[in-house]
C-alpha cells in the first residue's frame, strides 16, 4: 500500500500507539484548572536541588521514569530518546539523557518540542527503524526567566499581562505494539512572523499558529 504524503502531512501506514505516560509539574500549575489531569504535583519548584537548572533536569528524570513505569516496560526496551527544552544548546534535556543508557537525540522548538518530538518520533516507528521511542519535553519557569528576561534575583517588574512559562516536565513512551492511542498523522508546520517585538507578549506571538491548528 503506497504511503499517502500531503504538502506538509505524514499520514503513517503503521500507527505508532502510546503506550505511557507521565506529567510532573510545579506548585503554580499544580493550582490551576488542569490541576486533575497531571501525573504528579511538586510543592517545591527546586524539586529538592540547589539550582533551577538543576531542577529542570530532575523532572525530565522523573517524567520519563514515570512514563516508563506507566507504560510498563523497562528501559532496556526503548530505543531512542528524543527529548528538548527553552535553555542554551537543550542542556535540561542532554543532562537528563546521560542519566540513562538510551541513544538520544535533542530537539528544539519551544512550546512544539512536544509536538515535535512526537510527530520525528512516530515517524521513525512508522518507518521501522525503532520499535520503542520515548519524547520528553520540559520547561522551568525560573529558569526561562533567567534565560530570556530577567533572573529572578533582580527582582523586576512583571506587566499585568505577561505570560508565565510552565514549570513542568512531560515523558510520553511510543511503540509499534501494544494497547493506547495511535497517531494517525503529523503536520509539520512553517515559521511564521508576524514582527511581535514585546518579549512579555508570547501569546500574541503564537496565536496565528494557534488560530491555524485550532477549529
Known amino acids: 500500500m503506497e504511503r499517502k504524503r500531503g504538502q506538509q502531512t505524514v499520514f503513517f501506514k503503521n500507527k505508532p500507539i502510546i503506550i505511557g505516560h507521565y506529567s510532573l509539574v510545579g506548585p503554580k500549575e499544580g493550582k490551576g484548572p488542569l490541576r486533575d489531569y497531571f501525573s504528579k504535583i511538586e510543592n517545591d519548584d527546586l524539586f529538592g ?35 528538548g527544552d527553552l535553555l542554551n544548546q537543550i542542556i535540561s534535556s542532554s543532562y537528563a539523557a546521560r542519566s540513562f543508557d538510551i541513544p538520544y537525540v535533542g530537539v528544539f522548538g519551544a512550546c512544539s518540542t512536544m509536538a515535535e518530538s512526537l510527530a ?43 505570560q508565565w512559562t510552565v514549570t513542568g516536565s512531560g515523558s510520553t513512551i511510543l511503540s509499534c505494539k501494544g494497547h493506547g492511542p495511535r497517531i494517525t498523522c503529523a503536520t509539520f508546520g512553517k515559521v511564521t512572523d508576524y514582527g511581535i517585538n514585546d518579549v512579555n507578549n508570547m501569546g500574541a506571538a503564537m496565536a496565528p499558529k494557534m488560530a491555524i491548528i485550532g477549529p
Open 120 to 162: 520525528l518520533g512516530a515517524c521513525l516507528i512508522d518507518g521501522g527503524h525503532f520499535d520503542t521511542v520515548a519524547c520528553s519535553t520540559s520547561s522551568h519557569f525560573s529558569t526561562a526567566e533567567r534565560q530570556f528576561r530577567f533572573p529572578l534575583e533582580l527582582g523586576n517588574q512583571r506587566p499585568p499581562t505577561s
Open 49 to 83: 536541588q540547589k539550582t533551577y537548572e538543576k531542577a529542570e533536569r530532575t523532572m525530565i528524570e522523573q517524567s520519563l521514569r514515570g512514563a516508563v513505569e506507566n507504560a510498563g516496560i523497562k528501559f532496556g526496551d526503548v530505543r531512542l530518546f528524543l527529548s
